[in-house]
């Protein structure tokens, strides 16, 4: 379990990394928490690893016109830790407090979860629900994707050579609204099976985001208009898991979002 | 004699050591200009080798050599074990490296020695093995190659059957598992040409059988290998039989002269470390119309895996001697098949076969009280086994226990503070009785102590640990017997060179044997202080008495005490040490054996399982073990729920999952899962102290009984919340959510075949 050769570079600036990353056969550093184990198995062989750490304007959180945004290199335990974000996005809080362990999340960054989009993590369940927009910069400039666009498949983003994930920006929470992420996990801080993020405002808005449906966080619309529409929660959460094949994951589904919406309900 | 500290519950005297991170692991050994080893291994799980086409040195950046099976001529495989009355076949045991085939992914293949472990994985790539692959064999029941089998036949059990009142069968098994423990394998070797030695640097659980198996395989004296067992960070029975990894870094540095070091990594540790269990089993028991049990047939498959290590035979040929339980059963027909299978080979994992016949005789013991339609505590009653020694059908001499009185206070206990009567919605409840009796202790270990100035005590204990916690364990025995503080001991482990002679560590075993042999080298020491007393004191030596004071003689002859600091420098000093002996030391040995005691318990668990989502939760487990007379309870309490704490993981996540191809599909730690601290619940304990008869401590065995009785107690609670249905463990949320609501597939209890 040690790593194919690879050169390592300390990224002297953003425009450095993208300049490495659209020039050579590299992959960008954040955390590490999934890279340097992909390395280790000699899954992942680059040839240049470019730092991100080094890289202090890319890790900050803040508020900004009531809109959260969060630096791609914002560690996963600063998030679980705001107290801006539990009072504002609480979803995101109780999202990240499933991510591994205290250790794996003083370490992981939020951008880091994204970009190696693992169809088992909860945060990109938890900022899909939340409508977040996904800043991407490259050499030729910045673009702006929402999950939808961003989260293509098993591990794969929009994310083009050369490009990286800059800033992950929340839109401001309505008034009245309440949230909840529920999931099943084998063990405590384990890949979640499924999960059910939930973010309503009865009569107003519902955003239903799915983990384990599919291998990209999916919203369940036709469960979001049905409660918009005064559909129970039952039949909000059965239409939520209808697509699912599996009859145990569907169950497990539409049990996680009912329970979801029992809490934001009750 | 008082018993001031055996019982007392000491804390551990290394613990400060190891919590400050000051222990040394043999990762920790440095020895300058160390080579570094790493291993290519089959892709295949069945496969012939073609060819092997490795690299020079000169072709890869520190590689200094790569090591194949065609280097090895001399060296025999593996050394085997047979168990008493089994069948072991010949020509099946591992070999250091293949020469012609393969039979588990993962296999070691060829070693490539490089400057650095990085080098060496790099150049590792470069080695080409050419093979032809074949279809593995993967079920025990489609093997047709029998490692190794036992059977044993005893009274007329075909006529029982016939004449019985009813028949329960069951069809059991349990999946395969990895020890894990959190220090990986690993070896370093150096050798010295001129003195023809090997030293070697080993985490194992013990020198003797470690040695005895390099000597075996390297075809050298035991004499000229020098074995040093560093801290050890846990072994659970993965450790007693060296890696087939330890002896090729062995013959790298006598042949290359430099120093070697083999650090397992986890992959390495997950996919080529011998696993546990993996066995299965159907079990028919004859009862009369009021409950009786008359006899039992078992015939059971265990997945033994490609090759035989030196004790893959032993979990199985124990699962099956054990499979009567704790119950009174006068006849039964037992055989066990150790199949070969192309997976990694399995042996000994914390219960080594306990808890397989535990699972299997505890669940069918609960069929037969829901069959009969019996109270299945009433059910146990009628059948404990109650005088001792009892002989088994199934050859072994239970020496001693109190079955009746474990399953009391286990009922006791969980009928004390129940936890919360109130039942979520959607949630189906149940419980569980396991009971069980282990075999633990057997053969011998020694032990030899000597006097220092000051009254110091050093012992040398043929044992050695690996996180049980034997240093304030056996200086308490021995502080007691010489009347003196733990304090005044210091015991010394874990090095052949000062080792006296003994097996190991292993079997739950070290306080009956090696435990012993201290309590009678200490007695010898207290024999031999007497008589150094009794020639001071002028008087005879059965006149003198060991006090705390120290060695005084009657009454009649004064009140003069000699304490053990004066004898000290007495023994040393010509004028006052007895002509007949030579100034010195005082010093004892003794070696001490016995036959194997058995310890016992009951275990209860209570569980809920979420109907909607089908996750499990157990909600208390409470444990009651009797290991005969407790010499630490504290380090007694560690063992029982670390024991438990694995067994819970057996129950709820663990599993070693294997595709079509042979390939291990949970060869990481992302995919084999382990419980956290959050999954543990409530676990009560209570101790039954039933003294065995065979040792002079009354010790039986704490080790393995936690990771026994655990096991059936929450398959039986599982089984109890499904309404009698039967699934198999790990039971994951998905299992038990298809058992709620899918329909039984296909008959389960099927009539065993006869031959």
């Known amino acids: 379990m040690k790593p194919a050769p690879f050169a390592y570079r300390p990224a002297p600036s953003v425009a450095g990394a993208l300049d490495v990353l659209a020039t050579e056969d590299a992959v960008a550093l954040a955390g590490g928490q999934s890279l340097i184990p992909l390395l280790n198995f000699r899954l992942a062989r680059p040839e240049v690893l470019v730092d991100l750490n080094p890289l202090t304007e890319l890790d900050h959180l803040e508020i900004s016109q009531g809109s959260l945004r969060i630096g791609a290199l914002t560690r996963q335990a600063t998030l679980q830790r705001s107290p801006a974000v539990a009072a504002g996005w609480p979803l995101l809080t109780e999202a990240v407090s499933h991510v591994g362990h205290a250790a794996i999340r003083n370490r992981g960054t939020v951008g880091g979860s994204v970009a190696h989009a693992d169809p088992a993590a909860e945060l990109p369940v938890a900022l899909a629900a939340l409508d977040a927009r996904f800043h991407l910069r490259s050499g030729s400039g910045e673009r702006t994707l929402s999950a939808s666009e961003l989260f293509r498949g098993p591990m794969t983003t929009a994310l083009e050579t050369g490009e990286l994930l800059v800033e992950i920006e929340v839109p401001p929470a309505a008034p009245g609204v309440r949230m909840a992420f529920l999931e099943h996990a084998r063990t405590h801080g384990d890949f979640a099976v499924a999960g059910a993020a939930v973010v309503v405002v009865p009569g107003e808005r519902a955003a239903i985001a799915l983990l384990g449906a599919a291998p990209v966080p999916v919203r369940a619309s036709a469960a979001e208009r049905a409660f918009l529409e005064g559909a129970d929660g039952a039949e909000v959460a059965r239409l939520a898991g209808a697509d699912v094949g599996d009859r145990y994951r569907r169950a497990l589904l539409t049990t996680l979002t009912r329970r979801a919406l029992e809490r934001v309900l009750a | 004699m008082t018993t001031r500290l055996v019982g007392a519950p000491l804390t551990r005297r290394e613990d400060a050591r190891v919590l400050r991170g000051e222990t040394r692991y043999v990762d920790d050994i440095a020895i300058p200009g160390v080579a570094h080893a790493a291993f290519v291994r089959s892709p295949h799980a069945s496969a012939l080798i073609r060819s092997i086409s490795v690299p020079q040195p000169a072709q890869a950046d520190g590689l200094l050599a790569v090591i194949t099976g065609r280097d090895l001529d001399g060296l025999r495989p593996f050394p085997v074990m047979e168990p008493n009355g089994a069948r072991v076949a010949e020509g099946e045991a591992h070999p250091v490296l293949p020469l012609d085939d393969v039979r588990y992914a993962g296999q070691p293949v060829a070693a490539v020695i490089a400057r650095t472990r990085a080098l060496a994985e790099d150049a590792a790539e470069l080695v080409e093995v050419e093979y032809e692959a074949r279809d593995p064999v993967l079920s025990p029941r489609a093997s047709d190659l029998a490692l190794m089998s036992w059977s044993r036949r005893t009274g007329d059990v075909d006529v029982a059957f016939a004449a019985a009142a009813h028949v329960v069968s069951g069809r059991y098994a349990l999946p395969r598992l990895v020890a894990a423990p959190m220090e990986s394998r690993g070896a370093v070797a150096e050798y010295d040409a001129g003195e023809d030695a090997l030293t070697m640097w080993c985490?194992?659980?013990?020198?003797?059988?470690?040695?005895?198996?390099?000597?075996?395989?390297?075809?050298?004296?035991?004499?000229?290998?020098?074995?040093?067992?560093?801290?050890?960070?846990?072994?659970?029975?993965?450790?007693?039989?060296?890696?087939?990894?330890?002896?090729?870094?062995?013959?790298?540095?006598?042949?290359?002269?430099?120093?070697?070091?083999?650090?397992?990594?986890?992959?390495?540790?997950?996919?080529?470390?011998?696993?546990?269990?993996?066995?299965?089993?159907?079990?028919?028991?004859?009862?009369?119309?009021?409950?009786?049990?008359?006899?039992?047939?078992?015939?059971?498959?265990?997945?033994?895996?490609?090759?035989?290590?030196?004790?893959?035979?032993?979990?199985?040929?124990?699962?099956?001697?054990?499979?009567?339980?704790?119950?009174?059963?006068?006849?039964?027909?037992?055989?066990?098949?150790?199949?070969?299978?192309?997976?990694?080979?399995?042996?000994?994992?914390?219960?080594?076969?306990?808890?397989?016949?535990?699972?299997?005789?505890?669940?069918?013991?609960?069929?037969?009280?829901?069959?009969?339609?019996?109270?299945?505590?009433?059910?146990?009653?009628?059948?404990?086994?109650?005088?001792?020694?009892?002989?088994?059908?199934?050859?072994?001499?239970?020496?001693?226990?109190?079955?009746?009185?474990?399953?009391?206070?286990?009922?006791?206990?969980?009928?004390?503070?129940?936890?919360?009567?109130?039942?979520?919605?959607?949630?189906?409840?149940?419980?569980?009785?396991?009971?069980?009796?282990?075999?633990?202790?057997?053969?011998?270990?020694?032990?030899?102590?000597?006097?220092?100035?000051?009254?110091?005590?050093?012992?040398?204990?043929?044992?050695?640990?690996?996180?049980?916690?034997?240093?304030?364990?056996?200086?308490?025995?021995?502080?007691?017997?010489?009347?003196?503080?733990?304090?005044?001991?210091?015991?010394?482990?874990?090095?052949?060179?000062?080792?006296?002679?003994?097996?190991?560590?292993?079997?739950?075993?070290?306080?009956?044997?090696?435990?012993?042999?201290?309590?009678?080298?200490?007695?010898?020491?207290?024999?031999?202080?007497?008589?150094?007393?009794?020639?001071?004191?002028?008087?005879?030596?059965?006149?003198?008495?060991?006090?705390?004071?120290?060695?005084?003689?009657?009454?009649?002859?004064?009140?003069?005490?000699?304490?053990?600091?004066?004898?000290?420098?007495?023994?040393?000093?010509?004028?006052?040490?007895?002509?007949?002996?030579?100034?010195?030391?005082?010093?004892?040995?003794?070696?001490?054996?016995?036959?194997?005691?058995f310890s016992s318990g009951a275990h209860a668990a209570d569980v809920d399982i979420d109907r909607e989502t089908g996750q499990l939760t157990i909600r208390r487990l409470v444990a009651v073990d009797d290991a005969g007379t407790l010499i630490n309870p504290l380090l007694v309490h560690g063992q029982v729920i670390g024991g438990v704490v694995q067994a819970l993981g057996e129950c709820l996540v663990e599993e070693a999952v294997y595709d079509e191809d042979g390939q291990m599909r949970s060869g990481s730690f992302l995919d084999y899962s382990l419980l956290t601290a959050a999954e543990i619940p409530p676990i009560i304990t209570g101790e039954v102290e039933t003294p065995t008869p065979l040792n002079p401590l009354g010790a039986k065995g704490a080790g393995e009984g936690g990771a026994v009785g655990a096991l059936p107690a929450v398959a039986n609670a599982v089984a109890d919340a499904l309404g009698g249905r039967h699934v198999e463990p790990p039971y994951t949320a998905d299992k038990l959510w298809r058992a709620l609501h899918e329909p039984v597939s296909g008959t389960r209890s099927e009539p065993m075949s006869r031959r």
């Not at chain 2, 013959?251 to 070697?260: D, S």
């Not at chain 2, 002028?538 to 009649?556: I, K, M, W, Y």
């Open chain 2, 203 to 597: 985490s194992a659980q013990d020198i003797h059988r470690s040695r005895a198996q390099l000597s075996h395989i390297l075809g050298r004296d035991e004499a000229s290998i020098h074995l040093i067992i560093p801290d050890v960070g846990g072994a659970f029975g993965s450790k007693g039989v060296i890696a087939p990894e330890v002896a090729a870094i062995a013959v790298a540095a006598i042949r290359l002269g430099i120093p070697v070091k083999w650090t397992e990594d986890r992959l390495e540790n997950l996919v080529g470390a011998y696993q546990g269990r993996g066995i299965e089993g159907d079990v028919e028991l004859a009862l009369s119309a009021d409950g009786r049990m008359l006899a039992l047939r078992a015939r059971l498959w265990a997945d033994l895996g490609g090759y035989l290590l030196t004790t893959t035979p032993v979990p199985p040929h124990t699962a099956a001697t054990l499979i009567t339980g704790v119950y009174d059963i006068p006849v039964a027909d037992v055989e066990v098949i150790g199949a070969r299978t192309h997976k990694v080979p399995t042996g000994p994992y914390r219960g080594a076969g306990r808890p397989d016949a535990a699972y299997m005789i505890e669940r069918l013991v609960d069929q037969a009280a829901r069959e009969l339609e019996l109270d299945r505590i009433e059910l146990r009653r009628r059948n404990l086994i109650r005088r001792f020694p009892h002989r088994t059908p199934t050859g072994l001499e239970y020496d001693s226990g109190d079955y009746e009185h474990c399953l009391d206070l286990a009922l006791e206990l969980a009928g004390r503070d129940e936890p919360s009567r109130t039942r979520p919605a959607d949630t189906a409840r149940g419980t569980g009785i396991g009971m069980y009796v282990e075999r633990a202790g057997g053969a011998f270990e020694s032990a030899r102590i000597e006097l220092h100035a000051g009254g110091r005590f050093v012992i040398d204990s043929s044992s050695s640990p690996h996180g049980q916690g034997h240093d304030i364990t056996f200086a308490q025995i021995a502080a007691d017997r010489l009347q003196t503080e733990p304090g005044m001991i210091e015991l010394r482990f874990g090095d052949s060179a000062s080792s006296p002679g003994g097996v190991g560590t292993f079997g739950s075993r070290s306080v009956a044997q090696a435990g012993s042999a201290v309590a009678l080298a200490a007695d010898a020491m207290v024999g031999e202080g007497a008589g150094l007393a009794a020639h001071l004191l002028g008087v005879d030596v059965g006149a003198v008495a060991l006090t705390a004071g120290g060695f005084v003689g009657s009454p009649e002859g004064g009140s003069e005490a000699l304490s053990w600091p004066e004898l000290a420098e007495a023994a040393s000093d010509p004028a006052r040490t007895p002509p007949a002996r030579d100034p010195g030391p005082l010093e004892a040995v003794a070696r001490f054996e016995s036959a194997n005691v």
